[in-house]
């Protein structure tokens, strides 16, 4: 099962009710921030049941007071992403043709703005790139002055850019659906950001995206995080009632990571699987036993595999082969035709580089033209030059 860091969670995820709650951060990074157009105060805030705006300007106790908000708006959203996907993110962002222009940018950070103020529904624009999407309250010289802007939030999220990563912080309590979080983004040591968004599904429900996963010793390959934090990512239910086939699966990780959750795999891939994965192979697919999961190596290449290797009951489609999106989809597309019972497809994308985004369009609609209902295409914290897609039929 999916290991957290240790914690001084809670000490970093406090409610605002309480805003003395997160310790200062000791450990700071040097600020390397390119100031565009670096806002101040650019939020305005709304209180719909009495049609109030409040321009936020010299109105700072009346924002703090507010408990209740039903609407904002400002100026600016911020998107925090991996470091080195921040041309990604803006390209994404122009194919949308959102209207939205780059404001202020740190690694990791990416403010936009537009020519109409924005409200919590701009931050539904599905940009793979941004772990998290948020309405910019702007920049402080101190954490607590950020914070202070956040009062609206029923719960606040901490971030820093800090070793080359765009990190959370831990946070113990969970989101509920709908709730306001606010999110504190320190960039450098007198360079904070606040910024809100609501939380829904599909949004990780980490401090900027970030579960701060701990790979297991015994996993054979990082790939072990990458399911394990897009399904943390998603609130993916697999459950012991679903089968997995698992495209590119040696040496093991997905599929320790599945057998940890009792989710029997087949697995199709040439190369060799790893000793603690073997362990609950089976020899023969009409083997498979009832009572305990298991593991069934077809070994060869994804494009031999045959629907008596795959025999009944899959729910699931992944891969994590090592192949460009065009021929990873086509493989989806004619598994999924063997296995009419695939109900969810979670796909790492390889790709040579992160501009080939801009091919997203065609990736999504061959999911489509399969059959399926609700995509998503998400850039994970564990990520180099990959994107998990995801594919429900709801
Ligand atoms: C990044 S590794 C996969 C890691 C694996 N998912 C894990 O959990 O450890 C990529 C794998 O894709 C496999 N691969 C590449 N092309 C393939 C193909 N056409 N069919 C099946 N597997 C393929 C490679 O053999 C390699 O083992």
Same mark, same amino acid.
């Given at each position: 099962?999916?290991?957290?860091?240790?914690?001084?969670?809670?000490?970093?995820?406090?409610?605002?009710?309480?805003?003395?709650?997160?310790?200062?951060?000791?450990?700071?990074?040097? %600020?390397?921030?390119?100031?565009?157009?670096?806002?101040?105060?650019?939020? $305005?805030?709304?209180?719909?049941?009495?049609?109030?705006?409040?321009?936020? #300007?010299?109105?700072?106790?009346?924002?703090?007071?507010?408990?209740?908000?039903?609407?904002?708006?400002?100026?600016?959203?911020?998107?925090?992403?991996?470091?080195?996907?921040?041309?990604?993110?803006?390209?994404?962002?122009?194919?949308?043709?959102?209207?939205?222009?780059?404001?202020?940018?740190?690694?990791? @950070?990416?403010?936009?703005?537009?020519?109409?103020? @924005?409200?919590?529904?701009?931050?539904?624009?599905?940009?793979?790139?941004?772990? $998290?999407?948020?309405?910019?309250?702007?920049? #402080?010289?101190?954490?607590?002055?950020?914070?202070? $802007?956040?009062?609206?939030?029923?719960?606040?999220?901490?971030?820093?850019?800090?070793?080359?990563?765009?990190? %959370?912080?831990?946070?113990?309590?969970?989101?509920?659906?709908?709730?306001?979080?606010?999110?504190?983004?320190?960039?450098?040591?007198?360079?904070?950001?606040?910024?809100?968004?609501?939380?829904?599904?599909?949004?990780?429900?980490?401090?900027?995206?970030?579960?701060?996963?701990?790979?297991?010793?015994?996993?054979?390959?990082?790939?072990?995080?990458?399911?394990?934090?897009?399904?943390?990512?998603?609130?993916?239910?697999?459950?012991?009632?679903?089968?997995?086939?698992?495209?590119?699966? #040696?040496?093991?990780?997905?599929?320790?990571?599945?057998?940890?959750? %009792?989710?029997?795999?087949?697995?199709?891939?040439?190369?060799?699987?790893?000793?603690?994965?073997? #362990?609950?192979?089976?020899?023969?697919?009409?083997?498979?036993?009832?009572?305990?999961?298991?593991?069934?190596?077809?070994?060869?290449?994804?494009?031999?595999?045959?629907?008596?290797?795959?025999?009944? %009951?899959?729910?699931? @489609?992944?891969?994590?082969?090592?192949?460009?999106?065009?021929?990873?989809? /086509?493989?989806?597309?004619?598994?999924?035709?063997?296995?009419?019972?695939?109900?969810?497809?979670?796909?790492?994308? /390889?790709?040579?580089?992160?501009?080939?985004?801009?091919?997203?369009?065609?990736?999504?609609?061959?999911?489509?033209?399969?059959?399926?209902?609700?995509?998503?295409?998400?850039?994970?914290?564990?990520?180099?030059?990959?994107?998990?897609?995801?594919?429900? /039929?709801?």
């Amino acid at each position: 099962m999916a290991t957290r860091l240790p914690a001084a969670n809670s000490a970093y995820c406090s409610a605002v009710k309480n805003p003395d709650a997160p310790p200062p951060m000791t450990a700071r990074s040097r %600020g390397c921030g390119r100031s565009l157009m670096a806002p101040s105060w650019p939020c $305005r805030v709304a209180l719909e049941s009495t049609k109030l705006t409040i321009h936020l #300007a010299g109105w700072d106790r009346h924002f703090q007071s507010l408990r209740t908000v039903n609407h904002l708006e400002s100026e600016f959203v911020f998107a925090l992403c991996n470091p080195g996907s921040e041309k990604a993110l803006k390209l994404e962002a122009d194919a949308l043709a959102l209207g939205w222009r780059l404001s202020y940018q740190h690694r990791g @950070f990416v403010t936009f703005k537009a020519d109409a103020p @924005f409200s919590l529904d701009a931050l539904t624009a599905p940009l793979a790139c941004a772990r $998290r999407l948020c309405l910019s309250l702007g920049k #402080a010289p101190t954490r607590e002055e950020a914070q202070q $802007r956040l009062d609206a939030a029923a719960l606040i999220h901490y971030a820093r850019y800090f070793e080359r990563k765009m990190q %959370g912080l831990p946070c113990a309590e969970s989101p509920q659906m709908g709730q306001l979080i606010g999110t504190v983004v320190e960039l450098g040591p007198t360079e904070f950001w606040a910024g809100l968004h609501r939380h829904a599904p599909f949004l990780s429900p980490d401090p900027a995206g970030d579960a701060g996963l701990v790979m297991p010793l015994e996993s054979p390959s990082r790939a072990w995080l990458k399911l394990e934090e897009a399904l943390r990512f998603f609130a993916l239910a697999l459950t012991p009632a679903d089968v997995v086939v698992e495209l590119g699966c #040696a040496p093991g990780g997905v599929v320790l990571a599945l057998l940890q959750r %009792g989710i029997s795999t087949i697995g199709v891939d040439p190369a060799k699987m790893a000793d603690v994965v073997l #362990a609950s192979a089976i020899a023969k697919r009409a083997e498979a036993p009832t009572h305990k999961p298991w593991f069934f190596h077809c070994r060869k290449p994804a494009a031999l595999a045959s629907k008596r290797d795959l025999g009944p %009951g899959v729910t699931w @489609f992944m891969s994590d082969m090592n192949q460009s999106p065009e021929v990873v989809l /086509k493989e989806c597309a004619r598994f999924c035709k063997m296995a009419p019972a695939i109900r969810g497809v979670l796909i790492t994308l /390889k790709l040579t580089d992160l501009l080939q985004i801009e091919d997203k369009p065609q990736w999504l609609a061959t999911l489509t033209d399969i059959g399926f209902t609700t995509l998503r295409l998400q850039q994970l914290s564990v990520h180099h030059k990959e994107l998990a897609l995801l594919a429900l /039929k709801l």
